[in-house]
């Protein structure tokens, strides 16, 4: 059973900063390409960002300019940066690791943006 091991979330004002961090196996760190999913509430889950083994990256428009995803291969870890949060980033966030058919998650971790 691979295990994503996430921590890092909670309760934050609107405009305030949050980061996730997610460590993983060194055998699957360094061959999967590593990502952050959320799901709100009555929503399905959405990619918020990726990162591959080579550090390319991607995000939703969503996030685009306010979360940075960033990965330490020297602690099998990746990051989620997010800054300027807003009510809408509310959510249940999840760990991804991807490569081909194979698909592991974490357990979650909420993030809560009120004030």
């Known amino acids: 059973q691979v295990q994503l091991v996430e921590s890092g979330g909670g309760l934050v004002q609107p405009g305030g900063s949050l980061r996730l961090s997610c460590a993983a196996p060194r055998t699957i760190f360094s061959r999967y390409t590593m990502g952050w999913y959320r799901q709100a509430p009555g929503k399905q889950r959405e990619l918020v960002a990726s990162i591959t083994t080579s550090s390319s990256t991607n995000y939703a428009d969503s996030v685009k300019d306010r979360f940075t995803i960033s990965r330490d291969n020297a602690r099998n870890t990746v990051y989620l940066q997010m800054n300027s949060l807003k009510p809408e980033d509310t959510a249940v966030y999840y760990c991804?690791?991807?490569?081909?058919?194979?698909?592991?998650w974490g357990q979650g971790t909420q993030v809560t943006v009120s004030s």
């Open positions: 991804n690791a991807r490569m081909l058919a194979f698909n592991y």
